[in-house]
Each structure stands twice: as structure tokens, then as C-alpha cells.
């Protein structure tokens, strides 16, 4: 395998070539305009540099012909913008340029695989490999096994990705949100709900999110940093593609008055021009068992359905979400009762049945 096209050269596809390009491969990369594949190669070049591998660059070419990026690529990456029309305008064109055998993998965040392996004549080589931004950084892959894709595509793109220096978890079924995603949406539609119905403020919910459960960051700072514009384009995406989720409103609301968090200079939190941490004084404690329940029952629910196994949960929460624990570990941490109860709890007042505990929950845990 040499050749590795990269379509997209914005904020994650720069990042994916600087890989490649240091895993050894030859690669090309494409994007609509000049200015745009300056601005990757100067990303690129500094942060290559921070990383003291600047002979990579000279693997990396970049072009504004589509026809020349992909001609003959063993593997292709994309990360064009997230729309299923010009992904599939990608693919197609992929699908009658790349080589016989070539792996032909989408990046996207909330686009089923399947949808977009529509467009190609070999459904079976289409696959999900979805990095983490930054990707230069983030340890993670997630590989998204389409309806069609082959057991062998699938364990190409966890050679690649493996190449590129990367741990790589295994999603068998084409779900909205696939885990990680997934998972932070459980945890989000909880925070919403206590803002929502007042039982918190965002404040006490980022609190409790760092403090006690010790994420990164709150639950409502990270969705400011994401860019509430996203978060609430992904929200609605996850909810049209039938994954039951409690719609938060705060989103909306965010969304409808062009709050959009840390780009825009207010989001939940205000921002004067720099990327600084809110100051949580004040804040009251929520119950942290109440806030993680819906990602415990998500998770338990996906290994029981075998859709990830109960080690890929475990590293997608820490490596993709940067938790520090596993949802296996919070449980044992806040013990099976008060979970059950919060998911009664959050069931009677919601009514939506993803929040019945699910029957692997009692059943699994010793
Ligand atoms: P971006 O907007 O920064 O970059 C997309 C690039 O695609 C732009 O430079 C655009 O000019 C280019 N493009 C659009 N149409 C094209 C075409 N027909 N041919 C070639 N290039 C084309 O977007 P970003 O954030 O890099 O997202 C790309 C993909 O990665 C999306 O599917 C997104 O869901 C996914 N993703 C994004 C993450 C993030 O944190 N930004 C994280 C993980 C996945």
C-alpha cells in the first residue's frame, strides 16, 4: 500500500495527512481551492516541525484536482464537510479512480456508513475511520463497520490506523453516533434536563462533571468549545436518524441566538477573545451518579447488543472522551441502586424508554 489520498484539507483532514505522512505513505491531498491547501500546508509544516519530523512534508502533495489525488490511491480518507450529498459526490468519484483493492474510508461524526457507501460499486470496502480532533493528538480511532463492509476492509483500516500510531475500537453495526458520540449525548441530555427542568444550573453541572466525575471538561464547556452550532446540528442529526435522546432545549436556544460558545464569544459561558476556564465558584454539587446513569445504561445496552465489545467502551470513554474512568468503573464507583434509581427517575419524568435500565445492568454487574 502506497499511495493515501486525503480529501478535505480542513481542521481534521490536515491533521489525518500529517499522519499518514509520517506513518511513511505517499500522500496526496485535495481540497475546492489553493488558499485552502496553503493554509493545511503551513498547519501542517508547524506542527511537523513541533514534533521535529519535517522530512514527512516532503511526502505530502497537495492539489486542487480531484482526479489526480485519487488515481490509483490504495487508501482514501474523507474529510470534506459533513453532508451526505458531497460525500457521496466524493465517493462515487473515488469509487471509478482509486485501485481494485483500495479502502475507501469516511470520517464523518453522525453520517451512516452505509448511506454514504450508496455511491460507490464495491459497498464492501466502504468503512468509518473516525478520528478525533486534534487528530495529530488524540489517540483514538473509531472504525464503523458499514452494512456491507468486508471483515477485511475493516482490518486493513486498523493496520492504518495502528500505523499511524493510533489505539482503534471496533463499532460492528452502523449506529447513529456510533459510541463515542453516543456516549456523550447520554451525558449531555442529562446535564440538559437538570437545566431544563432547573434542577441545576450549567454551573453545578460542570462542577460535579469536573470535580467529582473528573472529566476534562464540563459538560457545557466542552459543548462551547465543540461549538454549539455543531452540538445542536449533531443533536438533531442523531434524533432524525432515530436514536431516542432527550431533546435539550439549551441547545436550541444556543443555536437560535447565534451563541455558538468559544468562536462566537459567548455560549454558555462568556469569552473574551481567549480559550480560559469559567470560574465555577458558587456552584452546588448535583448527584454524579444521576449525571453518568444514561451513559452507563447506553453502554451496557451496546455490549449486550455486541455492538461494541465491553474493552473497546472502556477505551473509547477514555481515549475519545478523555474520561479517566471506564462507565464500568463509575458504576462500581456509585454502586447499582442509585444508578437504577436515577434511570427510573429520568424515565418517569421523560417518559423515553432509553432510559429503562437495561436488563445486562443488573445481570453484569458482581
Ligand atoms: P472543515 O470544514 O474544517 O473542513 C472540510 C473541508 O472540506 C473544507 O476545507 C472544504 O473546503 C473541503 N471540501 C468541501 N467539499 C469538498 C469537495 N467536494 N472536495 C474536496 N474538498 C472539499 O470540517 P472538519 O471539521 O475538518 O470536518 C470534516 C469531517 O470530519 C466531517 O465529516 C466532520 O463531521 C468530521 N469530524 C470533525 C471533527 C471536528 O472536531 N471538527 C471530529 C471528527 C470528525
Redesign the pocket.
Known amino acids: 500500500m502506497k499511495k493515501f489520498s486525503v ?7 490536515h491533521g489525518i495527512a500529517e499522519l499518514a505522512a509520517i506513518a511513511g505513505y505517499d500522500v496526496w491531498v ?4 489553493d488558499d ?1 491547501l496553503l493554509n ?1 500546508r503551513n498547519k501542517i509544516a508547524w506542527s511537523l516541525s513541533k514534533l521535529r519530523k519535517e522530512e514527512a512534508l516532503e511526502r505530502i502533495h497537495f492539489t486542487t484536482n ?1 482526479e489526480e489525488a485519487l488515481k490509483d490511491a490504495d487508501f482514501m480518507v ?5 453532508d451526505l450529498k ?2 457521496s ?2 465517493f462515487s468519484k473515488a469509487s471509478k479512480l482509486v485501485s481494485e483493492n483500495a479502502v475507501l474510508a ?6 451512516p456508513i452505509s448511506e454514504i457507501a450508496k455511491a460507490v460499486d464495491k459497498q464492501e470496502r466502504v468503512v468509518g475511520m ?4 486534534p487528530p495529530p493528538l488524540m489517540p483514538l480511532v473509531e472504525i464503523v463497520k458499514g452494512e456491507k463492509t468486508s471483515e477485511e476492509t475493516v482490518k486493513v483500516v486498523g493496520e492504518v490506523a495502528r500505523k499511524m500510531g493510533k489505539e482503534t475500537i471496533l463499532v460492528n453495526k452502523d449506529i447513529p453516533g456510533f459510541l463515542v458520540t453516543r456516549i456523550m449525548f447520554r451525558i449531555n441530555e442529562v446535564g440538559c434536563w437538570l437545566v431544563d427542568n432547573k434542577v441545576a444550573d450549567v454551573k453545578d453541572v460542570d462542577y460535579t462533571a469536573i470535580q467529582v466525575l473528573q472529566f476534562p471538561m464540563g459538560v457545557f464547556l466542552l459543548q462551547d468549545y ?1 461549538g454549539l452550532d ?1 452540538s445542536y446540528l449533531i443533536q438533531k442529526a442523531l434524533i432524525e436518524r432515530g436514536f431516542e435522546l432527550y431533546y435539550c432545549r439549551a441547545f436550541e436556544e444556543k443555536y437560535n441566538s447565534k451563541e455558538f460558545g468559544m468562536k462566537s464569544g459567548k455560549g454558555f459561558y462568556t469569552y473574551d477573545g481567549k480559550i480560559i476556564r469559567p470560574t465555577l465558584e458558587n456552584a452546588r454539587m448535583v448527584d454524579p451518579s444521576l449525571l453518568v446513569s444514561s451513559a452507563i445504561n447506553e453502554s451496557y445496552k451496546l455490549i449486550r447488543l455486541g455492538i461494541v465489545s465491553r474493552e473497546d467502551v472502556n477505551k473509547g470513554c477514555k481515549l475519545g472522551l478523555s474520561w479517566p474512568k471506564s462507565p464500568e468503573d463509575y458504576l462500581k464507583e456509585f454502586g447499582l441502586s442509585p444508578v437504577i434509581r436515577d434511570l427510573k427517575m429520568l424515565y418517569e419524568n421523560t417518559g423515553l424508554p432509553h432510559f429503562i435500565p437495561d436488563e445486562s445492568l443488573t445481570r453484569s454487574y458482581s
Open positions: 480529501v478535505g484539507a480542513g481542521t481534521m483532514g485535495n481540497d475546492v481551492n485552502i493545511a480531484q474523507e474529510a470534506v464537510v459533513e458531497v460525500k459526490q466524493v469516511s470520517n464523518t461524526s453522525s453520517i473516525h478520528f478525533f480532533n465543540v455543531v
